[in-house]
């Protein structure tokens, strides 16, 4: 059964730092590109950013470009979102995405597998 689990979100205070990370099971790693989005109340899911398999093409949404970093460990079937300089409308639960192929993609219609999601709230 293919799986993606996130862990790492929490409570923290604006100007904090969080490391959000997703395991994927199975094949669901291998040869694929992994997304973040994410969703706050009473808004629409957005993406955050993408990594491809390689790890050599990265994109981000424009409101964490300098302040999130999206990585990959292929060996441990891990990403991660390393989140600094947290502001509270960074507050959202975040979703962990796999897709099949190697490039990366900011369209959430292009992700097959998608994590449960992990809570992050930033406090002012």
């Known amino acids: 059964q293919v799986q993606l689990v996130e862990s790492g979100g929490g409570l923290v205070q604006a100007g904090g730092s969080l490391r959000l990370s997703c395991v994927a099971s199975?094949?669901?790693?291998?040869?694929?590109?992994m997304g973040w989005f994410r969703q706050a109340p009473g808004k629409d899911r957005e993406f955050v950013a993408t990594i491809s398999w390689t790890g050599g093409v990265t994109y981000y949404v424009d409101s964490v470009k300098g302040r999130f970093t999206i990585s990959r460990d292929n060996a441990k079937n891990t990403a991660y979102l390393q989140m600094n300089s947290l502001k509270p409308e960074d507050t959202a639960v975040y979703y962990c995405?796999?897709?099949?192929?190697?490039?990366?993609?900011?369209?959430?219609?292009?992700?097959?597998?998608w994590g449960q999601g992990t809570q992050v709230t930033v406090s002012s």
């Open positions: 199975g094949r669901t790693f291998s040869g694929s590109a």
């Open positions: 995405a796999a897709k099949r192929g190697w490039g990366a993609s900011v369209e959430a219609d292009d992700y097959d597998y």
